[in-house]
């Protein structure tokens, strides 16, 4: 018996061993290749190691790479997305929190039908939104700026967050909302000083979702923004799109290296947090 978990736990380790290989191979490559010359990438194997690391393709991707008709690199995309990012995961996460907290602890009259119409939002594709929202936003004024893209993730993600909140809300017992009551405090005071404290877990869940969801967005981005509006998945896509007398991969291998770093940091930094937060019940419902 004991010889035959032995080799159950190998072959456990092996599947795993050749899950991670798999897995990385291709961030494997891409680091590789970024910092490799365009003739080492011409005359050397896929999967080699470099024989002298440059950085070259980093600082061209960056900063000098054209993307189009212009040649400044992703910086510019880059710090667009910054820009959006924060306030629409700050304000979707927020309205989400809000939402849920009313739909599990304040509930009232035709609240599961509210509840039942924001989940039917999560169903609808996205490319239906497209024209009435860019409708939306002739008429607000805000087409083809930053504001404007914000406010098209805000209104996408309500969805999503309220009801990682909502699920969420509705494990804390109703006993703690209704001494809050008993002891005089209202809506915004039960809010800030009983649930608030106790959400650590779903809004991190929230945020680390919205960030990915919203920093990887390619269609938004390429619809709802323009010129030095436009995110660093549109700029990715016209760098490795625009036409040149050599295809420089280390540059584009370095590019979407630099696209994908913000979203690998949020999750190695606060990956534990988004685990606990789902068992914590942020799906349950």
């Not at 680091?31 to 440059?54: A, D, F, Q, W, Y």
């Not at 309220?162 to 209704?178: C, K, Q, S």
Request: charged share 10%; glycine share 8%; net charge positive.
């Amino acid at each position: 018996m004991a010889n035959n978990n032995k080799w159950a736990r190998i072959l456990v380790y092996a599947v795993l061993i050749y899950a991670v290989i798999y897995y990385l191979l291709p961030l494997y490559v891409m680091i590789t290749t970024s910092v490799k010359t365009t003739e080492e990438i011409r005359t050397g194997n896929l999967l080699s190691l470099p024989m002298h690391i440059t950085l070259d393709a980093w600082r061209k991707a960056w900063g000098t790479a054209c993307t189009g008709v212009q040649c400044t690199g992703l910086s510019l995309y880059f710090w667009n997305s910054v820009r959006m990012v924060f306030p629409a995961v700050i304000i979707s996460t927020t309205m989400g929190a809000i939402n849920g907290y009313i739909l599990s602890k304040w509930k009232f009259y035709g609240s599961e039908i509210v509840f039942a119409m924001l989940m039917y939002g999560l169903y609808i594709p996205f490319q239906v939104l497209l024209l009435p929202m860019a409708q939306t936003e002739g008429y607000l004024g805000i087409a083809g700026t930053t504001p404007g893209l914000i406010f098209v993730h805000v209104v996408c993600g309500i969805a999503s967050t309220t009801l990682f909140f909502r699920n969420y809300y509705v494990g804390i017992p109703d006993e703690l909302i209704n001494a809050a009551r008993l002891d005089g405090a209202g809506f915004w005071r039960i809010f800030f000083r009983v649930v608030l404290p106790m959400s650590l877990p779903i809004v991190m869940v929230t945020f680390i979702w919205q960030f990915t969801q919203i920093w990887n967005d390619f269609l938004f981005g390429l619809v709802f923004s323009s010129g030095d509006s436009q995110p660093i998945t549109v700029g990715l896509n016209n760098m490795a799109n625009t036409s040149t007398s050599v295809k420089e991969y280390n540059v584009d291998m370095a590019g979407a290296i630099i696209a994908a770093l913000p979203t690998i940091f949020v999750y190695v930094v606060a990956g534990k947090y988004f685990v606990r937060g789902l068992a914590a019940g942020a799906v349950k419902g």
